[in-house]
Structure formats: C-alpha cells, structure tokens
C-alpha cells in the first residue's frame, strides 16, 4: 500500500501574461522516483516551484502530503521535505560546514555522519568558503544541505547540470541508495536523459506546458516504437489521423512514424494498410525525448 | 615605457567605457562640473552654494566608486593575467583622480574669472593639493576597506580631521606649507603601490572582493555572525549586528562628516563660508539621507525570506509578520540613534531644539518610507534601472523638500507636513506589500546574486539588482 505524497490537479500558472503549465495534473506516490524533462524554457523549475510553493498556481491545486502547498504551514510537514534549487542558495561567506550547522539548527533530526560522509564521496572541501568554491563544488553542497535531515520527498532542480561524469555518476548512485534504504520519493528534473534513464522509475515530460509523457519509465519504452516502411509505401490517412502517431516524417523516400502506444492492434492495422509487416523498433529514452520535440 | 604609459591609459579608458558602474559615476560628475560651471554665471549665493554641492558631487561619487572599481578590476582573473595589470589599475585610477582635481579646479577658475574672481582669495596650488589629497586618498582607503575591517575606522579620520582641523587650529600650522600636502598624498600612493606589489593572490585580494561584492546591506564586510538561524539565512552573515553598527558609523557618520568637510574646502574661497550652524545642518541632513539609503537596503531581507519557507513554521503570513519585526528593530534602532545624535548635538553646540526633534522624526520616518519603497519595487520585480531611477526620484524629492525646509528658518510647518505625508506613503505601501507578500512567486524575484568578481560594487547594488 503506497500513499499519495503529491497531488498536482489541473494546474496552471503564468507570468506577465506567458502561459507556462497549462493545466498540469499528476499524482505522485510514495517511494517512485520521478525524472521530469524538457526543453530549456518548458517550465520544469516552474513546475517544481509551483509544487513546493515559492510560486502559487494561477489556477488548480497543489497538494503535498494532502495539504495544499499556498497554506503549508506545518513545522513537522516542511521538515519532510528536500529540495535542492537549481541556482544554489548558499550563504557566500560561510564555509560549507558553518552553513550545514546553520541549516541543520532548523530541523530536529540531523544526519551528519551521513553528511560527512557524502562529503567525502563527493569531494567537497567542507572548510573552504563557499564563495571560493567552484560552481560544481558548490552545487555538491547544495545537494549535501537538502539530505541531511533525510527528507522523504526530494526535489530536486537540475541537480547534475555543473558536475562532471565521476561526481555526478556518485550523485546517481548516492540517490539510488536513499531510495533503496528509506521509502523515499524523488522528482527531479535533468537535461540529462542518460541519467534519468539509470535512475527514474518514472517520467514526466513538459512540453508546450502540459505534461505530454507520464509514464513509467519501462512501460514508456516498451510502447513507443518508431517504424520505417519500404521505400514508396503510402501513409494512408487512417494512419495519419491514428491518435497515437506522435511523429510522421520521410527520410530518403520512407516514411518514419513514431508511435506512443504501440500495440498489437496498431500493428495489425498498420500492416493492413500498408500490405506488409511493419518493425517496430524500440527507441531509448534519449530517442523518445528528441522524436517528441521534432 | 610607452607601452606601458599606453596600458595604463587603456586601464583609464577601460575604467570609463566597460564599467557601468563608472560610467554612471563619470556622466554625474561631469554633469556636476558642468553645473559649476554654469552657476558662474548666477548670483553670488545661489553660485556658492550650489558649487559646492555640485563639486561635492564631482568629488565624492568617484571618491566613493573608484575604490569599488579598482577591486572588480584587479579581481577579474582575465585582466589579473595581464603583466602588472594591478599597477596599471592603480596608475589608471591615479590619473583619474588628477583628471578630476584638474577638470574641478578649470571649471571654478573660470567660473571665477566670469563673474566672482574679483570677490575670492582663492589658491590655486592650495586648492589642487588638497583637493587631490582628498580624492585620493579616499580612493585608496576605499580599496583597502575591502580588506581590513580596520579601515573602514580608519577611514573616519579623514573627514573627522578636515572637520575639526580648522576648528583645532591644525590648519593654521599647514597653511601655506603646500607641500606637506604633497607629501601626504605621495605617501599615500607611495604606500598603496607598495602594497600592490605583492601578488594579488597571495594578498588574498580575491577573496576579499568576493566578500565585498554585496553593496550596503549584502558583503561590505565579512566579520561577525548573526546567532539565530532564521536572522542569518534571511539577513545574510554579511548583515549582523555588527556590521550594521560598521555601517552606521560609516555611512551616516563618515559619509556626511565626509561632505562636511568638502564644504570646508570653500574656506579655501572665503574663510567666513559656512557657520557651524549651517555645517550642522549639512550634517544632520546628510546623516538622515544616508540613514534612510540604508535603511532601503533592506529590500533584500524580504526576497531572502524565500530561503525560510520551507524549514521556518508557518504560512506566508507568519513570515511576513517575522520579516517586518525585523524590519521594525532595525528601524527603531536607527531613530535611537538619531536621538542619541540629536542629544549631543544640543549639549555640546547647543543647535536649535526644534530643529532637532524634526530631525529625530525623520530619522524614524524617511528610513520607514525608504524601506517599504524598496520592498514595493523588489516584489513587484521592476526592472533593475527603473528601480535605481524610481528609488533615486523619491529619495530626490525627499531631500530636496527637507533642504528647501531647513534653509529657512520658520520650516515647521512644512516640515511636519513632509513628515506627515512620508508616514502616509509608508503606511500606504506597507499595506500593499504585506498584501502582496502573500501572492508573491519567489521563483519570480529571487535574492541578488554576487558573482565573484565583486558585482557591482558601491553601495547601489542592492536596488539595481546588477
């Protein structure tokens, strides 16, 4: 029995008049770990924002742990939560361990062995101030500051995009190992499919403002399938009006379609209209991701 | 030696085309000469007064900035590259501050031979000199308060000095002994050269810089903490106690002992200009302005309540209710300190009571109305330049008002008046953004980043936001 720790229902929200999610609906459960991608501007940070309620939604509601974030208020709900922002908040003067104490004053549970440790693995010198570190050093930090009260839902906002392959292949691993030792949910958003692809059990596409892919992640790549049809073979326009057909395009003289929902019925049909039989081909999420936005 | 004379030049003409920052300086101040120069031709009272607030102006804005600039400069790891790139930095600033002792001093000689020459005993050398030991040498302590907390006391000696040097007689000693003045001023430079030769990264310049960058209430200084968690996300290490006391006896000490001392150059003129009375005035003028500038720079405490909302108790309303209670402190405080001012004012020259108490309540006033202006234009996320020129018009219009006042004498009235209609607007603009605290996107308007290389430094970051 998994519990509802977000509830996202017909979400809205702008700016200055700009449309930015367009009516976002999704419910998250506890214990999934949710990759959420998009292009540059399609409103991901937006979305976590809205979620933990730094931005409130112009219409819809956002609920976490079944309280609606514009009147979160609970000490003991809050304390619950991790996030890690995408430009990093820390303190420039401090040195990383003065600006953990000064954070850990805020909760009652703290894990600093745990912090000690991850700063090891991480390579983050803990004694050097903040404004002297790098941009990757300093998101480590970051990272390390939103763990150490061992939340049980994280978000997190680009939290790969300044670490090199070695930290951040740690910072994956590390994930998989809080999910793995607590019943921990996290939703983070990458530019980085790969990473995604070795961690998420789930994902979250935002594209045009809506939520175009929910899915789990297995199940996403199982059912969209891309098909190449024998130089000259006809796209008939049943084919073309198929509901599931997110991508039609010719290259050389054969039509490629990308489908969302593969499924013997579709291929049946396709097969009938084209007088052959199609080969769906699997495509990774990187593939996906890019067929989307074609 | 060209070569090098050139690369000092191209460090003078990268000072005052790359940088915005003296850029704007440098468009003020020629302006502010421009209008010496024009007030040559008005009458002698209007002339006098308003070319020492215009060479003020020329004065003390690249007196103030420069400092500011010569650390971005030498800070920025691309120009530190360059073969003594410090030195030349240096050089530059030194030919910057000649340039503006010289251009001051055409602009009043000619202003003089237009229309007063015949009314003024004024000294060329004596003039250059000091003037030039004015500019410079608070350029130079300007660069070295980024480094030394020391310094930024130290730096009060300056204008303590001219203030009180012609009450003490110390004058009278140096007077016509020009070249003591010279040599003050070479050995000013002489020791910050000095100082310059030792690698920018082993003097720690660098992190230095990165502690200044903030402007007023965010990186001046980088001593003292604030104990409570909640104070010190929220206020930033940069803003504790301490350095709010820096800042006070910095910025609404020195800075207006600072322009009372430039008026004191005047006597250079005319050795009667300026009664105590008038220079008190001045002072109590520039010490609220300069109370109520900081007192703006709060703004900033409101945007970095976002980094509270998720581990302080409570809705939006209780962050509010705990932002403004420290809004509050710090604004009772600041009119504490006006009384306290006030009251030695009145026992040791025995300045006109009433004057004073209209003077303690603006010191509670303006800085209330400041600091709620700032918070508006912050959370309603108007662009850096139309804040900066909105903040400027209102602080403008404030100070104009409150100096048409105190030159007359019978000014209660309309002082109250002023007072009565400051206390409106803040109330009014209280009322508009603890409303809009409630519906704000934090997403929208997130705290100023300081990059590394010092920002913007000097004290006018904290509302453009740059």
Redesign the interface.
Known sequence: MTDTVLTLDNVFKGFDGAAVLKGISAQVQSGEVIGLLGINGAGKTTLLETILGYALPDAGTVSLFGVATNVLHDESLKHRIGFVPQRDELLDQMTGRQFIELVARFYDHWNQPLLDRLAQEFDVPLDVRASKLSVGQRQKLSILVALGHEPELIFLDEPVASLDPLARRRFLQTLIDLVAEGDRTILFSTHIVSDLERVANRVWLIKDGLLKVDAALDELKERTVRITLPPGAAVSDTIRTEETLIHLRHEQESAVMVFSHWDAARHDLLARQTNGMPEPQHLSLEEIFLELHR | MTNRFGRTLAMLWFYLTWMPLMRYTAAIALLALAVTLLLGLAVDSVWYLGSMVASGIALGLPLMTCGAAFRQVVGNMRIALVPKAHWHAALGLLLLAAITVAWLLACYLLSGQLEHAAERTLDPLAFTLRSFLFVSSGMLLFQWLAQYRAGYYFWLVFPLYNVFAPVLHIDDHLRGNEPVWALLTVGLWAAFLFAMRRPARRRGLA?AM??F?GGMAC?WF?FGSITK??G??MR???DSTANRLAYWLVFTLGMPLLVVALFTLAKLFRPEAFSVPQLVSVFLLMNLYMGAVIAASNCEWAIRT??L????????A?LWRYLETNILWFLVTMAVFSLLIATLIHLTIGFAPRLLVMYVVCGLILPALLTYTAITFRMWALPPLRQAVALIAVIGAVTATMVTALMYRDNSALLLAIAGAATLVAVLLRLRVAHRFR?I????I??I??N?NGGLAGGFSWTTGI
């Open positions: 992190g990165a502690g960058s990186g980088e968690a909640p010190t996300l930033g290490v940069a976002r980094l909302w998720l581990r302080y108790p409570g809705t939006r209780d519906r996107d934090w997403c929208a997130r705290p980043r300081f590394r």
